[in-house]
């Protein structure tokens, strides 16, 4: 499940949290499939390639992988999606199935046969699949896996959260029913990205999704015990995203989250992931905006 929150607080004007639930899917990675379904993977990878409209473009192609044919084979048992992801152990931000009757082997997953599902099945983000088949009857598993970044990549996923924070603020936006108008750039600051580090990770290590920290502290707590001497500060956190690219989005498509973003009364900000792939949400994000006398 991938989660949104935002609080600000400044001296005299305090804003209350607000939460964007976004939908997705959840358990630990498996890997490609050494053995499988090859007829079937290449079938389906044909419809893929040729599209299930004119003028639609190819889809990457499909990677089978152990843990969604688990998964297929947990369908046909009569499991949900869900539970047949948790089970098979297998961590997807968005998943699908698919269940096909009246046809075995590779003409279960032809354009013909897979009819109304066939724009399911053709989804750019949907990368692996896994297969069962029984009888006359298919059950096609796909997921978008979860592919965060590695630790490693810290400063530069921060750079790219700043250089799209900049890219909004630089024009006038309307988050929900308010206006702004543009503002100014942030800049980084290694106090305010401290804070939103180990806001992440203590949401990551413990698994929960808060702007209240296990202690009780709040982001304005939290910086003027690091000796920021803030004169406004806010936070957004979110869980679930894998890039950059996402968890800024959603955040803008937040009106609370979006207010953040576009508040001339920030000047600076940090961002940070944590990643715990036995945690609920598996990765967790925090971004703290301040500004100082």
Not at 121 to 148: E, H, N
Request: hydrophobic fraction near 45%; include cysteine.
């Amino acid at each position: 499940m991938q989660i949104l929150k935002k609080v600000t607080t400044a001296r005299r004007v305090a804003s209350s949290a607000l939460a964007v639930l976004l939908a997705a899917t959840g358990a630990a990675q498996a890997q490609p499939a050494a053995e499988g379904h090859p007829p079937l993977l290449r079938a389906l990878n044909a419809v893929r390639q040729q599209g299930c409209d004119k003028g639609a473009g190819p889809a990457a192609a499909l990677r089978e992988h152990t843990a969604l044919s688990r998964a297929a084979a947990l369908l046909a048992g009569g499991s949900k999606l869900d539970d047949a992801l948790n089970s098979a152990g297998y961590r997807a931000t968005r998943a699908a199935q698919i269940s096909v009757r009246g046809a075995a082997g590779p003409a279960a997953v032809t354009q013909k046969a897979l009819g109304r599902t066939c724009g399911t099945a053709t989804q750019r983000d949907l990368l692996d699949v896994g297969f069962y088949q029984r009888g006359t009857q298919t059950w096609v598993v796909l997921a978008a896996p979860f592919s965060p970044p590695a630790a490693a990549q810290a400063a530069e996923v921060q750079v790219r959260v700043l250089a799209l924070v900049n890219e909004a603020r630089a024009r006038p936006q309307r988050c929900g029913s308010q206006a702004f108008s543009a503002a100014p750039p942030l800049r980084l600051n290694p106090t305010l990205y401290s804070l939103a580090s180990g806001h992440a990770a203590d949401m990551a290590r413990y698994s929960y999704f808060s702007h209240t920290g296990r202690d009780g502290s709040t982001v304005d707590g939290r910086a003027t015990r690091a000796g920021y001497p803030w004169r406004a500060i806010g936070e957004n956190i979110a869980a679930g995203q894998v890039t950059a690219d996402t968890v800024v989005q959603g955040w803008i498509n937040s009106p609370g989250h979006c207010a953040n973003i576009m508040s001339p009364a920030f000047r600076e900000m940090g961002a940070a992931f944590v990643v715990n792939t036995q945690s609920s949400q598996g990765i967790y994000w925090a971004q703290v905006f301040g500004a100082t006398p």
